[in-house]
Nanobody, 124 residues
Framework: QVQLVESGGGLVQAGGSLRLSCAAS????????MGWFRQAPGKEREFVTA????????TYADSVKGRFAISRDNAKNTVYLQMNSLKPEDTAIYYC?????????????????WGQGTQVTVSS
């Protein structure tokens, strides 16, 4: 049974930074493209970023490009999301998910595993 567990969320002022972690257990994630999604109150879940199985150039939603950075450590079976220059509109629950279909990031039907989410709140 695969489990994804996010951590690192919290309350931060606008302009601040947070680093989220997604620790996987139950199998290695090294062969999976991994992604982060978020859902704000009253809004649909949206794609944030994804990283290929063996690293390489990630992809980002336009809303976070230049501010967020995804990375992975396959030896630790963990994916990270560094969030800088946070804005109030980044407030949401952030979810880790796998496996991601490269180029079809929001095809939720092909995502088998989701974490429980971690709350990020950015105050103005």
């Amino acid at each position: 049974q695969v489990q994804l567990v996010e951590s690192g969320g919290g309350l931060v002022q606008a302009g601040g930074s947070l680093r989220l972690s997604c620790a996987a257990s139950g199998r290695t994630i090294s062969g999976w493209h991994m992604g982060w999604f978020r859902q704000a109150p009253g809004k649909e879940r949206e794609f944030v970023t994804a990283i290929r199985a063996m690293g390489g150039r990630p992809t980002y939603a336009d809303s976070v490009k230049g501010r967020f950075a995804i990375s992975r450590d396959n030896a630790k079976n963990t994916v990270y999301l560094q969030m800088n220059s946070l804005k109030p509109e980044d407030t949401a629950i952030y979810y880790c998910a796998a496996p991601i279909t490269w180029g079809d990031y929001s095809n939720y039907a092909r995502i088998d595993y989701w974490g429980q989410g971690t709350q990020v709140t950015v105050s103005s």
